[in-house]
């Protein structure tokens, strides 16, 4: 069984940064992927961000690429997302999950999940 805890989450102003952490527990070497994810109040869940466990290859949502950075340590079984400049669309609960079938960009292939961590953008 995984488990998956987030942390980084905060409050910070458009332009601003945060990085967000992922500690894995459990069978983490099963898994082919972990990814990051949001969901914005009022909004369904979209993906982030993913990255394939062996070998490292990510994936991003195209309104994210070029700002944040998705990176893993499997040594420390630790998945990391880099934010940079920050927008107000980007407020929302941010989730780290673990996929043992495709590395996809839909959270739908995604089967454990964290609680969340809380990213709030303010203008």
């Known amino acids: 069984q995984v488990q998956l805890v987030e942390s980084g989450g905060g409050s910070v102003q458009a332009g601003g940064s945060l990085r967000l952490s992922c500690a894995a527990f459990?069978?983490?070497?099963?898994?082919?992927?972990m990814g990051w994810f949001r969901q914005a109040p009022g909004k369904g869940r979209e993906g982030v961000a993913v990255?394939?466990?062996?070998?490292?290859?990510?994936l991003y949502a195209d309104f994210v690429k070029g700002r944040f950075t998705i990176s893993q340590d499997n040594a420390k079984n630790t998945v990391s997302l880099e934010m940079n400049s920050l927008i107000p669309e980007d407020t929302a609960m941010y989730y780290c999950?673990?996929?043992?079938?495709?590395?996809?960009?839909?959270?739908?292939?995604?089967?454990?999940w964290g609680q969340g961590t809380q990213v709030t953008v303010s203008s």
């Open positions: 999950a673990a996929s043992w079938r495709q590395c996809s960009i839909n959270p739908g292939y995604f089967d454990y």
């Open positions: 990255i394939l466990t062996d070998g490292g290859g990510t």
């Open positions: 459990g069978h983490t070497y099963s898994s082919n992927c």
